[in-house]
């Protein structure tokens, strides 16, 4: 008995760490902004008024300024998420493929180079994308002038805007997906492949029957973090094109920022930042119970 409960004080000595870091950097947070949202809470004030939910109700009530930036915001939001997660999850397997199949001298090597990408910081994405999209100097004009074309406005209009904002988010973070999945297909045995040989599989039947259902786990992850993190898209359309053109990429985020640190409204920003948090746990949970349901059915 003194053995067992030296095991468990033991164990949870270990976890405790986690458990201080936990509690301080993301559930203590997570109560104190709805506390926030609870109150008319201005970072010059202070007294803060308790309100109760009418920040939320304001959110939902239709004609308030809350409801236009909340939704508009959410709308521009979910759009980026409609065009970057397919792309992100297909360009990812397919660079891990391709990486996988080259000679092992160059296979680290085009692994650090598409994920090099990844390890550096905004500011410096957002010089490097501006260099190229800028519609008078950009390398891109410039390029496209040469051959006679007319320039396209990248970060001024749409269509180009989004396409704009997507190619530079598949270029910044696609090497981090590609890694996870590099990682997934090592995984898989190569005996699975070698008698679907025997059997007369193509290479369509091997990647569709044994490649895809191994890593159906993996992939799961990678399409959850990547939704997770195009919700949570600020850089790209704050640095590149400053929620143009109109406020056409303003996402969700910089709404909420706006609010908070230019309005100095904090309450209804944390209104806004925790309903931003419940539908993304949402989203998430329906992609889960979706990819395992179409496992099941399998």
């Known amino acids: 008995m003194k053995s067992t409960l030296q095991s468990r004080l033991t164990s949870s000595l270990f976890v405790l760490p986690y458990l201080l870091c936990f509690a ?15 109150h008319h809470f201005e970072l010059l004030s202070v007294t803060h008024q308790f309100v109760g939910f009418e920040h939320y109700l304001k959110i939902f009530t239709p004609g308030t300024y809350l409801n ?12 980026f998420v409609l065009y970057s997660v397919p792309l992100l999850i297909i360009v990812g397997l397919g660079l891990a493929l391709l990486v996988n199949r080259l000679p092992g001298k160059f296979r680290g090597l085009f692994r650090t180079f598409y994920f090099m990408p990844y390890a550096i910081s905004a500011s410096v994405m957002a010089v490097i994308w501006l260099m190229i999209f800028d519609t008078n100097a ?7 002038g040469k051959m006679n074309i007319p320039p396209v ?3 001024t209009d749409q269509p180009w805007a989004w396409v704009s904002l997507v190619s530079t988010t598949l270029w910044w973070t696609i ?8 990682n997934a297909l090592n995984q898989v045995p190569d005996d699975y492949y070698e008698a679907a040989s025997i059997d007369g599989a193509n290479a369509w039947h091997k990647f569709a029957r044994i490649t895809l259902p191994s890593i159906r786990p993996v992939m799961l992850f990678v399409m959850v973090t990547s939704t997770i993190a195009s919700f949570n898209i600020y850089a790209q359309p704050f640095l590149l094109t400053r929620g143009g053109p109109g406020d056409s990429t ?20 944390s209104a806004m930042a925790i309903l931003m948090a419940i539908l993304i746990m949402i989203v998430s949970v329906v992609q889960y119970r979706l990819t395992y349901a ?4 399998a």
């Open 250 to 269: 303003k996402v969700l985020l910089i709404n909420v920022l706006d609010q908070a640190f230019i309005r100095k409204e904090m309450g209804s920003a």
């Open 294 to 297: 179409r496992k099941e059915d």
């Open 153 to 155: 406005p990248w970060l």
């Open 175 to 182: 090497g981090f997906n590609m890694i996870i999945f590099i």
């Open 138 to 144: 950009g390398f891109l004009n410039s390029l496209l």
């Open 24 to 38: 301080a950097f993301l559930l203590f947070p997570i109560l104190y902004g709805f506390y926030i949202s609870l």
């Open 68 to 79: 236009s930036i909340f939704f508009d915001g959410l709308w521009a939001t979910a759009q």
